[in-house]
């Protein structure tokens, strides 16, 4: 299958006080027609960022600093921001974190959903009503609720709501940031069945960004792991559970529970993610890396290629089998 | 309903609470009003009768259930000076104000909503740094030199429009109706509306401002933008629409405030609306006059408080459904 | 000479952190708003301190031409810098003057409010219970009152002085400093520094004037400064119908003159432009200064 997204060197900045701060930083990610995607990382790494970079939808401080993301090899940040307006939702759509007052309180679900299905899709009144019915039944929600107000849901049925409406312009790639993250374990399942069950139905290209492994292991064929703005390993989701290569992807295994192969106890990686206004030299996980060399703090691993379609940024990534045996102790992770 | 219950209670308690403290105001002065402001030309009978009707002659207890059981009948009793039923005096001059008014409101809010809305879209442009200093200077202004100002320039100056009243001297109509709706009543509504409506719009600008740029940076805001929306839509239908909430109250409880804050404008007017018979009243010494003047007065701003509470229930479904 | 050294060696000898002042000093100079507000005010108080000498005239006196002509409704000229009522008083003498009532009436009611309105806020927070919801109760009561018609009538049965004024106004503007003030003391209250003061065993009293009351000194003045607009508006609108010290000469007063002696028709715009403007000037600064001092003791996150 052809590749959907590439993502080449996107580089994106904040201006906070004066200062810049690189949330995202030279990232390169393949997304090919039909995968879903796990982004995982820990918080404040830069998933939201890359996300919502990926719409071209920022905050007023915000700049794209570099890099290109095409969609069926097109470059969208050459786009006029008309034409690129255009591209929005019919052919990239996002799920937010509903918890946040993602869906306008003042409004029926009925007539939010018209807005997109007629707006952005052109479709009649009465077709887009028949529209959003089906659209309810496939996310499990009672058609009855378009009438009701945002506020009348429950959390499960608002994200519900918002994979809904991200759906309805059948576009070709879905960004789903954090979708499940607000919600209590069981509610979450279901969200994660119905996600599942869609991917599979209609074949869904899908972003999903997460800071928790299960839901990646749960929903993705593939995943991207990121690290202070970087993405530092990326690959097959099975690759990358059962041969994880950058000390970081390992960390967040130790730290995540039911995978593959459990360690006795889970691990958290110690310390915090850096400064993103002043990352470190070197390597950015050199600081907490309890397998870092000297060498690491010298200059940035490029990314390499471990096996085909897995790659990581570590200077011992050749090593990976003996640093995965030192990294399954949790005496290396605690100092 | 059980909210429109509770909050209707309290209008009561707040009403009855009003007219108490009117009351005492009125009685615990160290002058009894009725023997020292009693017109000389009252006749002993008159004077008698006057004490008589407002119980006087009794106990401040027994005069106070009078008094209560005298208004809940909508008995305001005479004025001393012009020998009325206080009632009828104020009904006569109640709808003035009340067009005074809404009308001045509506101007304000309507040109105060899409000012508040330009300039949170515009922020940081020149434009707003001007505009939003200028709109507090107007709020700095007091009303009546702002009416003394443009009477000077449109009445006096231009000769545009009269310099006060609501009708030509003389002027005879079939009924109220006819008189409100005449083109020379709408002549002398232009000013007076013109100065309290400059007077009124800075709180909905400002407010309307502040809360488009509060509602700018929801998420779904950003979702709209996400969704591929003109940015005009986003304005108008999500930003502004949001915005507008809080705008609603205020213009309940606006309208409220204003027809107690009308007394100015319609002294420099000479419009014959409550405020200016208030003025009169109590210039006059005419206290019955006064003290029914200034209970309607605050009948017609706590009704509007109780109003303001129900339609922001009406506007924002969040209330109406029993969140808050 | 000595007594002005005195409060150099004073600060000299008690050094101090750089607290208050210094962050209200830094505050200002990066609020331009507030530093507009303050020059205003300081404008304003020197006029009226100085008023005396400034004005040329005595505002009441009546003057006559040099022909012995009633020197009545002047244009502006270097002698009568905005011309002369229709009385032959000197317009910009009673300007200058003018500033004193209106500052008097602005700051005391500001410090009236601020005090009454700590005071309930302090009782009904800290004692809470009966006391807490009477007091509660009352304020909305004052707050659900017609402001400048209650005004009107008060003044009218107690006396159209100057400090009736300012009292009538603070009965009606302390219940919003005191809803405030008493949720911040509620929130105060539940500190962990209350708690050690209390678990040491100091009285109820001593908690309240020493832990809490200087932390709210802060929105004390706020609301003091919200006071003083809406105070001297009040009073210049008083003055105006006819309610206010007819003794004193105020901007107020100039107005209502300049109003019923037909001034308008005349189009004698230098008599009743001014006074209007340094209302405006006035009870902006108070505005500005409110706004970038609410900055600072709220600020809001995040920019852009
Ligand atoms: N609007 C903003 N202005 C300034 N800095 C921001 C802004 N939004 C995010 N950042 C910073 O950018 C970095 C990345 O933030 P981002 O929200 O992309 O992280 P994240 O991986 O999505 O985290 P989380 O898991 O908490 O959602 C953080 O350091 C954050 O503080
Ligand atoms: S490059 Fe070095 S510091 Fe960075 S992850 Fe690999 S081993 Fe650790
Ligand atoms: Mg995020």
Known sequence: MGTLLEVKGLSVSYRRGGVAVRAVDAVDLDVPAGAMLGLVGESGCGKSTLARALMGVLPGNASIDGGRVALDGEDLTELTPAKRRQRLWRELSFVPQTSMNALDPVYRLRDQMREVLCERGGLPTKAADERAVALFRSVGLDPVRLTDFPHQFSGGMRQRAAIAMALALNPKLVIADEPVTALDVIVQRQVLDTIRRLGRDLGLSAIIVTHDISVVTYLCGLTAVMYAGRIVEQGTTEALTRRPTHPYTMGLMNASPDLHEPVETLVPIEGAPPDLADPPKGCRFAPRCPLALAACRE??????????GHSAACFRAAEAGALREAARKASTWTR | MAYFGRRFLHMLIVL??????????FRLMPTDPSIAHLDPTFTEEQRQLVRAQFGLDR???????IYMKNLAEGEFGLSFRQRQPVMGLVLAVLP???LLTSSALIVAYLFGALLGASLA?????????ISVPLVLATRAAPEFWLGMIVLAIFAFGLNWFPSGGANVAGARYASEWERIFSLDYLRHLVLPVLTLAIYLQGLPALLMRSNMLEIMREEFVTMARMKGLSERRIMLRHAARNALLPLVT????????????NVVIENVFSWPGLGRLLVDAVANSDYPLAQGAFLVIAFVLVVMNFIADLMYGLLDPRVVHGEH | MASIELPHIAAAARPRAPGLFARLARHLAKNPSALIGVSIYLVFVLVAALAGSIAPYDPIEILFTEDGQLAASLPPSAAHLLGTTNLGRDVFSQLVLGARPSLFVGLTAAVAVATIGSAVGLVAGYLGGWVDRALMRLADLVLGLPFLPFVIVLVALIGPSLQNIVLTVAILLWPNAARVIRSQVLTLSQRQFIEAARVTGAGE???????????????????GSIAVGWAILTQASLSFLGFGATDTISWGTMLQDAYASQALDREQFSWFVPPGICLVLVVLAGFLISRGYEELLFPKLGEG
């Open chain 2, 59 to 65: 106990p401040l207890f027994e005069q106070y259930l």
């Open chain 2, 250 to 261: 205020a213009f309940a409880l606006g309208f409220g405030q204003s027809v107690g804050g």
């Open chain 2, 121 to 129: 879209w515009r922020r940081g442009s020149l434009f707003e740094k």
């Open chain 2, 16 to 25: 009855w609470a009003i007219a108490t403290i009117l009351f005492l105001l």
């Open chain 1, 299 to 308: 200059s940035d691993p490029p990314p390499v290629v471990v096996e085909p």
């Open chain 3, 205 to 223: 009293w001593r908690i309240m004037l020493v832990h809490i009351a200087p932390n709210i000194v802060p929105l004390a003045f706020l609301y």
């Open chain 2, 96 to 98: 003035n104000t009340l």
